[in-house]
């Protein structure tokens, strides 16, 4: 099983829409979790960083389950320049462990 | 402020050739990573260095040695590259390990051929 665990996608939804994934984690112990955003051929970029409390950046919001170990992001409003592929990551004991991503793709 | 910069961009050898990717950053931050991303995979940890004069091994380090040659510069080498470590190399730093918000170089692309 892998550490940290993504639908590949692809989600496809038409602008305007909201989305969302989760992401599970196997590592208890994992303590910092973040949204990395991917656009093609680019480097990952952070997106947002996830506390335990969700937190909300725009038309993003991100939450932390720790008794069921997964992240989630939710997109609202989304924007064609929202597609890329998003990444999860997760960090504990030093470790830093990405998914592998799920795409996400937003047609007019 | 540049970031975190990597050279080359794109890089092909042969089987059984070697080569040093470059990064630096100029962000002043203590730990740097080598990342390897193949395609439908997640990144995959090469090598990390904590901070200035450490080292140490990540997920896939067999075929790579790794220098960190001062704060500022962490090199990558591929003592004698075989077709399997074609990929896309990402180099990373964070500022220090209260947080692990991490900023990315543009990648090198390899191809062994």
């Known amino acids: 099983r892998k550490e940290v665990e993504q639908d590949p996608g692809p989600f496809n939804v038409p602008e305007g829409a909201t989305v969302a994934f989760n992401c599970t984690y196997s590592n208890s112990a994992s303590q910092s979790f973040f949204w990395y955003r991917q656009d093609c051929r680019k480097e990952p970029k952070l997106l947002m960083s996830v506390y335990s409390s969700g937190n909300e950046d725009g038309r993003f919001t991100a939450q932390l389950n720790r008794a069921s170990q997964y992240i989630s992001l939710l997109i609202r409003d989304s924007k064609l320049s929202d597609s890329a592929t998003y990444l999860c990551v997760a960090e504990g004991a030093s470790k830093i462990i990405f998914g592998s991503g799920t795409r996400l793709s937003i047609r007019p | ?16 050739q070697s080569m040093t990717l470059q990064c630096a950053q100029d962000m002043n931050h203590n730990s740097m990573y080598w990342y390897r991303q193949d395609p439908g995979m997640g990144l995959r940890l090469i090598y990390y260095s904590a901070s200035e004069g450490t080292t140490d091994k ?34 990373a730093s964070i500022r220090d390990r209260l947080s692990y918000e991490q900023y990315f170089g543009p990648g090198t692309r390899l191809t062994v051929t």
């Open chain 2, 58 to 91: 990540g997920e896939v380090p067999n075929g790579y040695n790794v220098s960190r040659l001062n704060k500022r510069e962490f090199s990558l080498r591929l003592e004698s590259a075989a077709p399997s470590q074609t990929s896309v190399y990402f180099c």
């Open chain 2, 1 to 16: 402020n540049a970031g975190v910069t990597q050279t080359p961009k794109f890089q092909v050898l042969k089987t059984g």
